[in-house]
């Protein structure tokens, strides 16, 4: 991994195990600050602002986040612990409602303490803390893997548009759809990334352009309705996004603004990958019309990234913050265990 952005965490826990230490994404590009979180209400509000985002990275914040909270439970006997422990998982699992990462680590620390039930609470805790932990690690080399496998559908030389930031800030390291980028660039592939700005929150502008441009990797930024004319120029030979929720005929939940980059790429006969690790599937979901897509306050839209409104006062907004983009739309699915074409069916195999 480039050193560089290595030193980037994006979310850890604190040497004495008393709180989540995330990079404050909301404060990027400009400042690198790290803030502590040590309550419920911290990690939630953290999640929900977006200052620590990305599928499998609020999927760790929230395994580590209920771990320092359930060191704060004042109980002896199980019963009241587990009690204890499910009002801070409901609470944290209500930060966001679309990435699957969120509930399914919140599920497996919660499978930690039912499946013992007569051990005493220090050694719960115990057993808590090494799930976070194995969390993290598991994502870290699922991250990789994801990686070597896009690589393989790759060439030198190649230009490559991406959408929102599915990179190291949005995991444990390396990134889903950049983690390709990144192996590429160690091995002298000379990618030439486009990364659309994505609106309304810039990940793309603040974070995709900000962590591969830091890694010297070849990015250039361009507005989301700008994507069409760099395909139709011929710049782009492949798309790759992350995603946040898959479902089980392979339609995919994204950042705002997916669905319509893939509809521009099949327009321009251009391969489209949505690169994620398979905690992102959901078997349990049929198809994109059942997944939840947040919808987040219209000010996102109206004000919040400049000093004077950008749009007259008291004016609608609609302010999805993801979209689907329909399994028919995707060229392969591409997770740690391989990469999986239409008609998706044996994506877990
Ligand atoms: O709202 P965000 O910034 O959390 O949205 C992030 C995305 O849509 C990412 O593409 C997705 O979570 C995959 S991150 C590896």
């Known amino acids: ?52 985002r990305g599928a499998p990275a609020i999927g760790i ?25 499910l009002k801070i998982k409901d609470y944290l699992a209500s930060s966001r409602p679309t990435a699957v990462n969120l509930v399914a680590a919140l599920n497996r620390m919660e499978k930690v303490v039912t499946g013992h039930p007569d051990l005493p609470v220090a050694e719960l805790l ?51 759809a950049l983690a390709p980028v990144y192996l590429g660039e160690e091995r002298g592939y000379g990618f030439k990334v486009f990364a659309d700005e994505t609106r309304p929150l810039l990940q793309g502008a603040r974070l995709t352009a900000y962590e591969l441009h830091k890694a010297g990797v070849d990015v250039t930024l361009i507005c989301d309705n700008m994507a069409s004319i760099v395909m139709k120029k011929g710049w782009v030979q492949a798309v790759v996004v ?30 489209f990958y949505v690169l994620g690790p398979t905690s992102t599937i959901d078997l349990a979901c049929p198809d994109g019309d059942s997944i939840v897509i947040e919808e987040r306050s219209p000010d996102e839209i109206t004000d919040m ?45």
């Open 242 to 271: 992350g995603c946040d929720r898959i479902a089980a005929n392979g339609d995919v939940a994204n950042k705002i603004g997916t669905s319509g980059v893939a509809i521009l790429a099949r327009h321009y006969g251009i391969p």
């Open 126 to 176: 115990r057993l808590l803390h090494a799930e976070s932990e194995a969390i993290r690690a598991e994502d870290a080399a699922a991250c990789r893997k994801i990686g070597e496998n896009c690589l393989s559908l790759l060439k030198p030389g190649m230009g490559i548009l991406t959408h929102c930031n599915a990179g190291h800030l949005a995991v444990s390291e390396y990134g889903t």
């Open 1 to 52: 991994m480039n050193t560089i952005i290595a030193a980037l965490k994006t979310v850890r826990l604190s040497e004495d195990a008393s709180a989540v230490i995330i990079l404050d994404q909301t404060r990027l590009p400009g400042e690198e600050v790290y803030v502590s979180l040590a309550s419920a209400a911290e990690v939630w509000n953290a999640i929900y602002k977006l200052k620590v």
């Open 61 to 85: 914040a929230a395994a580590y986040g209920i771990y320092v909270c359930s060191r704060q439970i004042q109980a002896a006997a199980f019963d009241d612990f587990y009690r204890e422990f």
């Open 305 to 349: 990234w400049y000093t004077s409104r950008m749009a007259p006062e008291g004016v609608k907004a609609y302010n999805p913050a993801f979209d689907v983009t329909s399994h028919d739309l995707i060229t392969a699915i591409i997770t740690e265990k391989g990469i999986a074409y239409p008609p998706f069916n044996d994506m877990c195999k």
